[in-house]
């Protein structure tokens, strides 16, 4: 089992940018996908991005295509979702989860979340 820290959310303009990262604990970080996923108010929780176990694939929303950007260093167990062009759908509580395949869209491990609020 892993366990996963969110950090750097807070509030932002339109037009802005946001770094997210993830720390994992534990020696396993390195055989998962991670992923990224939102959940806005009285929405389901949602597919943003992931990436496959070496860092050299990545799969994002639509939504979200050409605005983030997502990495990792397995060395230091993180993996970042960088966020630009931010708009207000945007906001949302961000969660990073381990996957079994980066395409999947569905998490298994999860973060407690970092609150991502874009103002209009």
């Known amino acids: 089992q892993v366990q996963l820290v969110e950090t750097g959310g807070g509030l932002v303009p339109a037009g802005g940018s946001l770094r997210l990262s993830c720390a994992a604990s534990g020696r396993t970080f390195s055989r998962y996908a991670m992923g990224w996923f939102r959940q806005a108010p009285g929405v389901e929780r949602e597919f943003v991005a992931s990436?496959?176990?070496?860092?050299?694939?990545?799969y994002y929303a639509d939504s979200v295509k050409g605005r983030f950007t997502s990495s990792r260093d397995n060395a230091k167990s993180t993996v970042s979702l960088q966020m630009n062009s931010l708009k207000p759908e945007d906001t949302a509580v961000y969660y990073c989860?381990?996957?079994?395949?980066?395409?999947?869209?569905?998490?298994?491990?999860w973060g407690q979340g970092t609150q991502v609020t874009v103002s209009s």
């Open positions: 990436i496959d176990l070496n860092g050299v694939s990545t």
């Open positions: 989860a381990t996957m079994t395949y980066y395409r999947l869209r569905r998490g298994d491990y």
